[in-house]
């Protein structure tokens, strides 16, 4: 079966950088697009970014130029490089294989900003 299971949640300053981490498994990771997901408290999930299987990478308008996705086949793992975090950032971070709003999740990570 599908499971994907994120890492590197914390809370930090503002300011502050972070890299979340999300193995895979049950899946041939290199033929899979992937993506990170977040939802904050009282919002509906919304995309961070993704990346498909050749490496080409979008994103929201909100993180463009402070967050980075990135992928090692080798490890069957997506990161999230994420610099300059602002409160506004906080939220539950998801990892995604499959899009939105179907396809497989994780359990999710806390990353908190405080100001």
């Known amino acids: 079966q599908v499971r994907l299971v994120e890492s590197g949640g914390a809370l930090v300053q503002a300011g502050g950088s972070l890299r979340l981490s999300c193995v895979a498994s049950?899946?041939?990771?290199?033929?899979?697009?992937m993506g990170w997901y977040r939802q904050a408290p009282g919002k509906q999930r919304e995309l961070v970014a993704t990346i498909t299987i050749g490496g080409s990478t979008n994103y929201a308008g909100s993180v463009k130029g402070r967050f980075t996705i990135s992928r090692d086949n080798a490890r069957n793992t997506v990161y999230l490089q994420m610099n300059s975090l602002k409160p506004e950032d906080t939220a539950v971070y998801y990892c995604?294989?499959?899009?939105?709003?179907?396809?497989?999740w994780g359990q999710g990570t806390q990353v908190t900003v405080s100001s």
């Open positions: 049950g899946i041939i990771f290199s033929r899979n697009a």
């Open positions: 995604n294989t499959g899009g939105y709003p179907g396809g497989y």
